[in-house]
Structures are given as structure tokens and as C-alpha cells.
């Protein structure tokens, strides 16, 4: 687990040891590891050093200000799905050029806004949204650049809710489109086409589909430069898994050797935009234990962090990897790590093997830097827990948890 580590019985982040980063701040939250973000980003901007190319974070995976502000100071760029995401990559400095807007369902508002900001590209998802750019462009008498996103029927692998590039999911443009989608673009003198994007699915554990789709795209690419327009841009999205259990999965440079002699034949500009790959393992969720309840011959260890912290293991019947912060790590009970949500599906681990705890005692999830905080929720009127980062043997609260006051700030009671 890059940035976190054990040290003298405890888990460390960097050279803070957990348990003092939760005396200071409380449970649950969410540690991050600067360095260890750095140093992942850094593994995929090498692997493509080679080609002129922009790693695009991406922000859906870990939103976090300071963590987007450190990758932006390394040279990346954001990719962006909403008006939001596109307000905090620019609040943490990424550069407007840099930025990629995704997403099947921007609004007038948010296109309007990204024109305004100058960002590098839309990633157009579908032919009502070139039509829809290139209006709001036209009124604001500016060129929208856009990357058009084909869905190319490859099977990435993974999970059925984070497939997205199979014909049946709602992503991208149809191959067999293809002909309108370019009567349409010719049609629109507000967009630039330039670019084309696939991105197929996540926590990809195979290189196989990545190449499958790269050279789809190849081909296509060849084909529209045929047809007159000039793609000098091949955007292959994110998708690169990591490690949450033992999976193996493929190196930066694996990927790349199957994805950059395509490049290099279309003599093409690369983005990318990794999401998990970079935070995923950078992150940790601490919680306490409330209680260990037993119940008939089942142990449950109650935490006080749930599914409005990590929603993954009850969304996608994810695991996480948990271990208690001090203390020997020899497994000695089967226990079910549950939440204090009122929702069956509100567990972190069922039927594990965790060495004993006591009420008090603190755990870390794992592989929580990414899909975690972001998809955070205030159910069961939970605040947000604190974000920390952390950086050698510093370490800061990156966002505060919220308050009971924070919960009903927008609210007005109707009285
Ligand atoms: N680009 C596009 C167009 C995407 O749809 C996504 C993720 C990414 C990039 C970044 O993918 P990554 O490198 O992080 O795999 N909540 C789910 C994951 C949803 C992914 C959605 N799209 C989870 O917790 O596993």
C-alpha cells in the first residue's frame, strides 16, 4: 500500500503514525498520502514519456483541493464531469487548457461555464451534445474544441457497474453513428473536432482490452483523418486497477507498451485520465469500534464510520482490506465489520478474519483514497468526515468534518 506502512506494530501514513493522526482529529476520517499520490501519478507520466501526452486526473476518483493542487503542480490536468468539478480543478490550479470535460449530461450552464474558462476539451458523448456545444458556442462567439467519445464494444473485464465501454451502456457514441456524427460536426461551425476518446471501463486488472480499444480507436482515427478532419488528439481515458485484495494488476509500462506504438503510428497527442490508479492505494478510512456485539455465534465489530464513508463494499459488493492501526495483525476471529447506518447493506466486511478488538480500538480500510469521501453522503444525518494529508512526518487537515450546524445551514423551516 503506497504511503502507508507498518512500523513498529503501528500503521504509519508516510512517518505519522494513524493513531495519532485520529487522536487529533477523530473518527471516522480520511487520510491521504501526498507522496504517494505524487509518486503514482509520476509512474504513468513516465510510462508515456515518450509521446507528447497530458495525464488528466481524475477528479470523480478524489477531489480533494490539496491533493488536486499536487498533481497540478507535477503537470496534470483534470478530467472534469460536472460544473463543480470543473470549479475545484481551477480553485487548485490546474491550468484551463487542461481540462477535460466528460460526462453524458452537461447542461447548457456548464458548457457555457467551460467556454468561459477556456478548458482543453469537451468530451462529447453523444449527437444532441454536439449540437447543444455548438450553440451555446456560437451565442458566446467562441469555437468549442471537442473530442468526440465512440463506445468501442470491448469488453473491459470488471465490474457490470463501472463497464462503460460496451455498446449497451449509456457512454459514448455508437461506432455505427459514425456517418452522422460527421454531418453533423460539419453541420456545426462552433466545434472543432480534433479529438477522439474511448474509455471502456475501471479497476481494469488486463491490458488486453486497453489495446483492444487503442486499436479501434487507430483505425477510426485513420478513417476520419480520410474523411477530412484533422484528429491530432487520442484520449484513452482511465480505467488502470490497483490492488485491493491480492489482484495483480498490469504496471503503467505495460499499458503503455500496447498503447504507444499506436500513438506513435498516428503520430497523435495522448491524454489520459486515471482516477483510481493515482488515489486509490493513496488513501485510508480510520474508524473506531463502538462495540463489539456478539450475536448468537456471530461477532460483529460496530464502527463508527459506514456506507456514508465508503459506500463500495455495499454498492459493488467491494472489499477493502482492513487492519487495526496498533497491535498484533494475527487474524484470530471471524467477524463482521458493520456500520452504524440503519441499512442491512451498511458493512464493511462480512466473514473475516480480523484479529480481536475491543471497543476503542481503531481500524484503517484500505484502498480508500479512491470512490470513498467523493462518494461520501450525509445519510442518517452523518457529517462529512475530516480529510488529512499527509507529507513525510507532517501532516494537516485538508477538509474539516462537518458539523451538526453544517447539516441544516440551507435549510428553512416552513413554519
Ligand atoms: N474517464 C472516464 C470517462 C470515466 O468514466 C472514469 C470513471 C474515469 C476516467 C476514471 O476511471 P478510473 O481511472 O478511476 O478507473 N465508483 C466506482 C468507479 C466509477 C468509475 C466511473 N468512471 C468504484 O468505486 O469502483
Same mark, same amino acid.
Given at each position: 500500500?503506497?504511503?502507508?506502512?507498518?512500523?513498529?506494530?503501528?500503521?504509519?501514513?508516510?512517518?505519522?503514525?494513524?493513531?495519532?493522526?485520529?487522536?487529533?482529529?477523530?473518527?471516522?476520517?480520511?487520510?491521504?498520502?501526498?507522496?504517494?499520490?505524487?509518486?503514482?501519478?509520476?509512474?504513468?507520466?513516465?510510462?508515456?514519456?515518450?509521446?507528447?501526452?497530458?495525464?488528466? +486526473?481524475?477528479?470523480?476518483?478524489?477531489?480533494? =483541493?490539496?491533493?488536486?493542487?499536487?498533481?497540478?503542480?507535477?503537470?496534470?490536468?483534470?478530467?472534469?464531469?460536472?460544473?463543480?468539478?470543473?470549479?475545484?480543478?481551477?480553485?487548485?490550479?490546474?491550468?484551463?487548457?487542461?481540462?477535460?470535460?466528460?460526462?453524458?449530461?452537461?447542461?447548457?450552464?456548464?458548457?457555457?461555464?467551460?467556454?468561459?474558462?477556456?478548458?482543453? +476539451?469537451?468530451?462529447?458523448?453523444?449527437?444532441?451534445?454536439?449540437?447543444?456545444?455548438?450553440?451555446?458556442?456560437?451565442?458566446?462567439?467562441?469555437?468549442?474544441?471537442?473530442?468526440?467519445?465512440?463506445?468501442?464494444?470491448?469488453?473491459?473485464?470488471?465490474?457490470?457497474?463501472?463497464?462503460?465501454?460496451?455498446?449497451?451502456?449509456?457512454?459514448?457514441?455508437?461506432?455505427?453513428?459514425?456517418?452522422?456524427?460527421?454531418?453533423?460536426?460539419?453541420?456545426?461551425?462552433?466545434?472543432?473536432?480534433?479529438?477522439?476518446?474511448?474509455?471502456?471501463?475501471?479497476?481494469?486488472?488486463?491490458?488486453?482490452?486497453?489495446?483492444?480499444?487503442?486499436?479501434?480507436?487507430?483505425?477510426?482515427?485513420?478513417?476520419?483523418?480520410?474523411?477530412?478532419?484533422?484528429?491530432?488528439?487520442?484520449?484513452?481515458?482511465?480505467?488502470?486497477?490497483?490492488?485491493?485484495?491480492?489482484?495483480?494488476?498490469?504496471?503503467?509500462?505495460?499499458?503503455?507498451?500496447?498503447?504507444?506504438?499506436?500513438?506513435?503510428? =498516428?503520430?497523435?497527442?495522448?491524454?489520459?485520465?486515471?482516477?483510481?490508479?493515482?488515489?486509490?492505494?493513496?488513501?485510508?478510512?480510520?474508524?473506531?469500534?463502538?462495540?463489539?456485539?456478539?450475536?448468537?455465534?456471530?461477532?460483529?465489530?460496530?464502527?463508527?464510520?459506514?456506507?456514508?464513508?465508503?459506500?463500495?463494499?455495499?454498492?459493488?459488493?467491494?472489499?477493502?482490506?482492513?487492519?487495526?492501526?496498533?497491535?498484533?495483525?494475527?487474524?484470530?476471529?471471524?467477524?463482521?465489520?458493520?456500520?452504524?447506518?440503519?441499512?442491512?447493506?451498511?458493512?464493511?466486511?462480512?466473514?473475516?478474519?480480523?484479529?480481536?478488538?475491543?471497543?476503542?480500538?481503531?481500524?484503517?480500510?484500505?484502498?480508500?483514497?479512491?470512490?470513498?469521501?467523493?462518494?461520501?453522503?450525509?445519510?442518517?444525518?452523518?457529517?462529512?468526515?475530516?480529510?488529512?494529508?499527509?507529507?513525510?512526518?507532517?501532516?494537516?487537515?485538508?477538509?474539516?468534518?462537518?458539523?451538526?450546524?453544517?447539516?441544516?445551514?440551507?435549510?428553512?423551516?416552513?413554519?
Amino acid at each position: 500500500m503506497h504511503g502507508f506502512h507498518l512500523k513498529n506494530n503501528r500503521w504509519h501514513s508516510d512517518g505519522v503514525p494513524l493513531s495519532r493522526i485520529a487522536e487529533k482529529v477523530g473518527t471516522p476520517c480520511y487520510v491521504y498520502s501526498l507522496p504517494a499520490f505524487e509518486s503514482q501519478f509520476g509512474e504513468i507520466d513516465r510510462a508515456y514519456r515518450s509521446v507528447p501526452h497530458l495525464v488528466a +486526473y481524475s477528479l470523480k476518483a478524489n477531489g480533494n =483541493l490539496s491533493v488536486i493542487r499536487a498533481l497540478a503542480r507535477l503537470g496534470s490536468g483534470a478530467d472534469v464531469v460536472s460544473g463543480g468539478e470543473l470549479f475545484k480543478a481551477r480553485k487548485a490550479g490546474v491550468p484551463a487548457e487542461k481540462v477535460i470535460f466528460a460526462g453524458v449530461g452537461k447542461t447548457d450552464d456548464e458548457i457555457a461555464y467551460a467556454l468561459k474558462e477556456g478548458i482543453g +476539451y469537451f468530451n462529447v458523448e453523444s449527437i444532441p451534445e454536439i449540437k447543444a456545444i455548438n450553440e451555446v458556442a456560437r451565442k458566446m462567439k467562441k469555437i468549442a474544441p471537442i473530442a468526440i467519445r465512440f463506445n468501442p464494444d470491448v469488453d473491459p473485464h470488471t465490474h457490470h457497474y463501472i463497464t462503460t465501454g460496451k455498446k449497451e451502456t449509456k457512454f459514448g457514441v455508437y461506432l455505427g453513428d459514425l456517418e452522422l456524427v460527421m454531418k453533423t460536426v460539419r453541420e456545426c461551425r462552433s466545434v472543432r473536432w480534433t479529438a477522439v476518446h474511448a474509455h471502456i471501463g475501471s479497476q481494469m486488472t488486463q491490458t488486453g482490452p486497453v489495446g483492444m480499444a487503442a486499436r479501434v480507436v487507430e483505425k477510426l482515427v485513420l478513417r476520419l483523418r480520410r474523411e477530412g478532419f484533422a484528429i491530432h488528439t487520442v484520449n484513452l481515458g482511465g480505467g488502470y486497477g490497483i490492488d485491493y485484495r491480492g489482484e495483480k494488476p498490469p504496471k503503467a509500462s505495460q499499458y503503455a507498451r500496447l498503447v504507444l506504438p499506436v500513438i506513435q503510428r =498516428l503520430n497523435a497527442t495522448l491524454i489520459l485520465e486515471p482516477g483510481r490508479f493515482i488515489s486509490g492505494n493513496s488513501g485510508v478510512l480510520l474508524m473506531r469500534v463502538i462495540y463489539v456485539k456478539q450475536s448468537g455465534s456471530k461477532t460483529f465489530y460496530i464502527v463508527d464510520a459506514g456506507m456514508s464513508e465508503l459506500i463500495r463494499p455495499s454498492l459493488y459488493d467491494a472489499y477493502h482490506r482492513i487492519a487495526p492501526a496498533l497491535g498484533p495483525q494475527k487474524p484470530v476471529k471471524t467477524v463482521d465489520v458493520v456500520g452504524p447506518i440503519c441499512e442491512s447493506g451498511d458493512f464493511f466486511a462480512k466473514n473475516r478474519k480480523l484479529p480481536l478488538a475491543r471497543r476503542g480500538d481503531l481500524l484503517v480500510v484500505f484502498s480508500a483514497g479512491a470512490y470513498g469521501s467523493v462518494m461520501g453522503s450525509t445519510y442518517n444525518a452523518r457529517p462529512l468526515p475530516p480529510e488529512v494529508v499527509v507529507r513525510g512526518t507532517r501532516f494537516q487537515v485538508a477538509r474539516q468534518r462537518q458539523t451538526w450546524q453544517d447539516l441544516v445551514r440551507l435549510e428553512k423551516i416552513w413554519s
